[in-house]
């Protein structure tokens, strides 16, 4: 009969044996299981972040091998496969991150640090270039055709000799479009763009040097670079207070310290074979569709990305402050030349399409739209418009334009999809009134042509909004 301190010492040797793979086994299971309960990030289609995948992987190819240790099967053949399986999981992943590193440390040599014009956002598509005045800028030649946006409308997309959006060989312009992707809006046929339509309906000669990313000071810098050796007689500056004042912020510290934003495990992320593969699992759109309500009693999806932000100049003071700069500076820029100025102020989806959005309760409209305001005289707009009025500089205010339109039709004033731009109607309303602006500086004459006088908000010297 066997002892039983044997006994007992066996279970305790066989416990000591086994409880770190039950350990494994329960770390593999919260960091592979648990994000599918609780999502927690934008990849693996919406459950993880990259490092479930670097910590996921490897912990279940130990726990695998610890378990075929630990409790080997009783069969020869069976346990020899299972050995073979796992010597073949542990020399696959040593390859694979031995490779990985080494493209990344030897190949990409990231122990360098990056150069100046290497930290920009945006630079790493096969589309641009690093810039050391701009941050990035867009490849000359693009002859593209596609759809940019998931659910987007299919567009032929090119550049010029200096990477914007217009044909070739325009040396001379009327009219200087600046901004950011609203101005460019390449998600949408040229010809339905409001720059485009602009120089269609006036017979006016108008170049596009919107660029997507830009913020404020990048703005101003293809005004002085690009801007004014076309000679115009007016120049539109597009603003969005969606994002503005962050990428105002964001190029500030860029250029104040380029590399300071970028860490090793950074400069790796973009760097490495690995990340750019676990990237291809990301999900479009971190939002999730509200309802939007139409004209005739249906309803369709709309993602509605940027959240209203009452007292956003408050909360970024450096933003705004270098917006302020860069304002001031076009003006004088501008007026030195006799060049007339004009801004143009983009509202967000959610605050313009607010009335026929249907929110999962207070709470989610809250989210969007705080206390259920869409109008703050601290907000972006406001602080915008003052500070454009102190330089006496004209400025369009599109949210009560838009919120009309919208009151129409609101199918096709913003993408409905997963994007935040403009569609083709809103696009029309920002054309109608720069169109009603250069006819009030007698640039442009509406007895001209057939089209409807649009109704035009202006802001100059107040914040009443008058209608012509």
Known sequence: MQDPRDVRG??????????PVVVAWLASAYVCITPLLRPKGVYGWGYYEVHHFYLGVPLLVITFVCSVRTWPPRHPRTRRAFNCIAIALCATLAAVMICDLGYVFAVRQIWRGPRRSDMWLGVGNRDNLPDEDLGYVRKAGIDWSGRIVTGGR???????????????????????????????AGPLPEEDTFVHRVGATSGLQTVNLGRSGYGPQQELTVLEKFGLSYQPRAVVWVLF????????????????DPTKTQTLAVRYADNSPIVKLIELTARKTVDTPRRLLLPDGRTQDVYLDYRYVPDEPARDPLGFSETQKALETGAVLCRS???????MLIAIKARVLAPWIIFDGAGDRDQFLPEGHDVDQRDFEHAVSDASRALGLPVIDTFPLLRQRAAVDDRFVYATYADSHLEADGNAVLADAVLNWL?????????????????????????????E
């Open 10 to 19: 066996n279970r305790a040797r066989s416990w000591k044996k086994t409880a």
């Open 154 to 184: 299919y567009v032929h997309y090119h550049t010029d000799e200096n990477g914007f959006r217009n044909p070739p060989g325009v040396h001379k312009a009327d009219i200087v479009f600046i901004g950011d992707s609203f101005a460019e």
């Open 241 to 256: 207070e969606g994002n503005d004042l962050s990428d105002a912020h964001r190029f500030a510290e860029w250029k104040r």
């Open 337 to 343: 030349r006799g060049i007339k100025l004009l801004i």
């Open 439 to 467: 006819a009030s500086e007698k640039l442009y004459d509406h007895d001209l042509d057939t089209t409807p006088a649009p109704t035009l908000v202006l802001s100059v010297s107040g914040h009443g909004h008058s209608e």
